[in-house]
């Protein structure tokens, strides 16, 4: 079953607009993670949050957590068409390190020149 | 690059047939997660291997097994093949320090079809 729930589903902007993506979730977690996909290939890490912090920056990346409402946003500033891809928030279990990763089902970006 | 590989990149099996994939981990790294993308669909939590044991499970049937083997590389196997296991299967690598979670870094995949 999937944990947590990205939200929009799909989202199409034009370059040099900022891109706001959400994710919501279940139960407590230790962190929660963004990551990429192009075209269904591998994943490639973004950033990881941990429960403690509330933001986070790299580079053109903002994201926000906010554990009172199991929610996090992802945040990609000036976007460039590089970007149009899938995003995932992914979370870690409460509690255990090594545990598996939950995943969302997904933002679709589109980002047109 | 993550410097995680995985093997082969596309297979074509029929229903019934047996198949291995295989994951190279990133080197340090003694972790290895397998994790099944279906279409238009997030990835899903196979197992977890951790210095050469099985360190948690999803919601898969026994058909689905793996190994770690001493150099930290992974193998997913799977039996009895149904059409439904088509899905692209990705494999992530992590350093378990067994403190707190670290970044788990992911291989391309092998996308797998079943007909």
């Known amino acids: 079953s999937q944990q947590g729930e990205e939200d929009p589903q799909a989202l199409s902007i034009q370059e040099g607009e900022n891109a706001t993506m959400n994710c919501s979730y279940k139960?407590?977690?230790?962190?929660l993670q963004w990551y990429r996909q192009n075209s269904g290939r591998g994943l490639v890490h973004l950033i990881l949050?941990?429960?403690?912090?509330r933001e986070k920056h790299s580079g053109r990346l903002r994201v926000t957590l906010d554990t009172s409402k199991k929610s996090s946003s992802l945040l990609i500033t000036a976007s460039r068409a590089a970007d149009t891809a899938s995003y995932f928030c992914?979370?870690?279990?409460?509690?255990?390190?090594?545990?598996?990763?939950?995943f969302g089902k997904g933002t679709t970006l589109s980002v047109s020149s | 690059e993550t410097g995680v590989t995985q093997s082969p990149t596309h297979l074509i099996k029929t229903r019934g047939q047996q198949v291995t994939l295989r994951c190279s981990s990133q080197?340090?790294?003694?972790?290895v997660s397998w994790y099944q993308q279906a279409l238009g669909q997030g990835p899903q939590f196979i197992f977890q291997y951790y210095r050469e044991e099985e360190n948690g499970r999803g919601n898969f049937p026994p058909r689905f097994s793996g190994l770690q083997f001493p150099n930290y590389s992974s193998e997913l196997n799977v039996n009895a093949l149904e059409l439904d296991d088509s899905a692209l299967y990705l494999c992530a690598s992590s350093l378990n320090l067994g403190i707190r979670e670290e970044t788990q870094y992911f291989g391309p995949g092998t996308r797998l079809l079943v007909l």
């Open positions: 949050i941990r429960s403690n912090e």
């Open positions: 139960t407590s977690i230790n962190n």
């Open positions: 992914a979370t870690g279990g409460g509690g255990q390190a090594g545990t598996a990763l939950i």
């Open positions: 080197s340090g790294h003694n972790t």
